[in-house]
């Protein structure tokens, strides 16, 4: 056994009968393999504590398992249930993350251990394909005693103080109870082995060599000594460890026959297969057959592993990208891209259903008028995938002629020939449909299926986060709009430009914003400010904030006075964020301008046939930190078609970069910025801010330009 020691003293005696519970639960509902996982972390975490019949390099991905996790006995502890899932395409319709994880055939069984209301952790049994779609009378008999004893156990040694708790890592006990030795019949089976040209390899569970011929140990690079207790993709580099490990590792789960193939270091071709059970498995290495004498490959044992494994690690990575994936067209794009070259699909339709109706949310492959004729239809009963696109069940298609005995309608050929409708779930819910569509011919394997399954249910929890951030996101520009203004107010003498470009990083709203006051017919203010963050509340206290601007400035407040009253406003609600505005009153009769800043960015003035000037206004301290802050005024002329620019630190600042060099920067490029209208001038200043195309924060940018000729007349 491994493991450290764990347990108080007097408590050995319960983790003792809690190994026998296990092995008495394997054996009496016939399972090849068994596990007890425990809850740890406040019940948030459930920690693999023993196994039998599962290799250590397997257990140990699964001996940590969070109760929210999309897994069998995560969710049969979580939602206090037996979870039955006979094959391994029921595995990828209902946790597609595990079955692409295990890739292998076998029927699992998850049950809670639970006594009274207090939950204690979980009984996990597997058994080898095929088993019957039910758990038989006897089985579930064997996992209702198992799991209602071991919480009595549990029970007991924490009622006693010696609580039985997880080790650092699984125990892993050995399959079988040790038989005893048999001097005479081991050597005579020994001898019997040694005598037969093939090569024979006997494995344990962890793939460890523990009997190999002298003839097949030379063949793997050593003497019997050598290789006695290793394993056969360290001591022989001609085999390819990933597709070998894959092959055994299949045995061992599945308790299915699996072969492969390799090239000695000699140059010789040998077919490999491996014979599991409970206890072990044995390798026979032969050279191939014959070409003339090759039988037909058995899709139960010949597994094409090379190209299984290309496909699987590609899909790996699909898995890694989609988790990176943020709106829906994201997760569309990497289907596209990266689904389709892999399972070498020619068209995929991503479907969902909205009031009886279909509607494709997205496509690649099938040209405008296929997506026409497809989308908004009415769903009626048969259509080709109803059972995925209504009933969550996958439905393949080899050939056009399995689908027209379904659906004869010519009206429906989309011009393919094979097709796989996968059923979308997450959460519980089907929220869709994945359409692959293959034009040619495509019978789909077991393997394949389950794959495809799990492939589609991944895409579904990536569709459905992107779900909620492009609601969140609409919701979030919705709201932006609402706290912006709709519409500037026309001021004769002065033409203005704004705009607001939200972060790309995150959801679409801040804290930035921007005002144009009308105060009477000859003198305005104008506004730009940002409250700290990027989020709702954020958004909600900068339209407190510049409602509290707009009302002190209607009442004749000086720059100074709106800020100072704007910042006790701030101090009154208590927030933990903090606002910089810049506030100037522009007087178009004066022809001059006053301004206040809170810490906020200087403004730019443009004057005809001058380099831009910044404009060095006392920066004050933000919003809603001192109740008793000042705010300074300074008053600068605006000479006929002067150009003054508001702005957020968004369009100029930059990670690494000194912000009033970044600053300067904005100046130069306004000086050198053509005469133009004031909305392709806004346009100008913005294509030069950095990370134009990926935004860290929030840009809000105010123009205004003196026009007093137009004013005068």
Known sequence: MRGAARFAAGSGQYASGLDELLYQAVRDAGAHIGAVYLLADAGRVLLMDTAIGLPGQIAKPWARVRLKSPVPVAAAVRERRLVWVPDHEELARHFPGAALALPYHFAVAAAPIHTGTLDRGGLVLLWPEPHPPQLSSQELKAIDAARYQMGALMRRAAERGSPVQPGREPRILPPTRAQAAEPERAVAAMDCLNRLPEGFVALDLEGRITYVSPTTAELLGGSVDEVLGRVPWEVATWLEESVFEDCFRSAVLSQRVTACAAQCSGGRDLSMKLYPDPSGVTLRITPPPAPERQQPSDSSSSLGRPARAEAFY?????????????????????????????????????????????????????????????????????????????????????????????????????????????????????????????????????????????????????????????????????????????????????????????????????????????????????????????????????????????????????????????????????????????????????????????????????????????????????????????????EYPLPEDTVLALYTDGLVETPGTDLYHSIANLATHLTRAPEQPLQDLADTLLNHAPHTMQRADDIALLLLRSQYEENSS
């Open 314 to 634: 590609n899909l790996l990575h699909l898995m890694a990208t989609l988790t990176r994936a943020v709106t829906m067209q994201d997760v569309i794009d990497l289907v596209a891209d990266q689904v389709m070259p892999v399972c070498n699909v020619q068209a995929m339709a991503i479907v969902t259903t909205e009031g009886g109706r279909t509607r494709i949310v997205g496509s690649r492959g099938y040209g405008p008028q296929i997506i026409d004729r497809f989308d908004d239809l009415p769903v009626i009963l048969p259509v080709p995938g109803e059972r995925a696109l209504l009933g969550g069940e996958p439905t393949f298609f080899a050939t056009r002629e399995e689908l027209l005995r379904i659906q004869p309608d010519p009206a429906q050929d989309d011009g393919m020939s094979a097709w796989a409708f996968l059923p979308m779930i997450a959460s519980g819910q089907l929220i869709g449909t994945c359409v692959l569509a293959y034009d040619h011919p495509h019978p789909f394997s077991a393997d394949e299926r389950a794959t495809l399954t799990s492939l589609a249910g991944l895409v579904a929890q990536a569709l459905d986060r992107a779900y909620v951030y492009d609601a969140k996101d609409r919701l979030a520009q919705s709201l932006q709009t609402g706290l912006l203004p709709h519409s500037l107010p026309r001021i004769p003498g002065l033409d203005v430009a704004a705009r607001y470009l939200p972060a790309t990083r995150g959801v679409g709203i801040g804290g930035d914003f921007y005002d144009l006051i009308r105060l009477d017919d000859t003198t305005a203010a104008a506004v730009i400010g940002d409250v700290q963050g990027h989020n709702m509340t954020a958004a909600a206290l900068m339209g407190q904030v510049r409602t509290a601007v707009h009302a002190h400035a209607a009442a004749g407040a000086s720059p100074g006075e709106v800020l100072s009253h704007t910042n006790r406003l701030l101090i009154d609600l208590d927030s933990d964020l903090f606002t910089s505005c810049l506030y100037i009153h522009i007087d178009l009769g004066q022809r001059a301008l006053c301004a206040a800043s809170a810490g906020h960015p200087p403004p730019l003035l443009r004057l005809p046939g001058t380099p831009t000037r910044v404009i060095d206004v006392p920066p004050g301290i933000l919003l809603g930190i001192d109740p008793d802050a000042t705010y300074p005024v300074v």
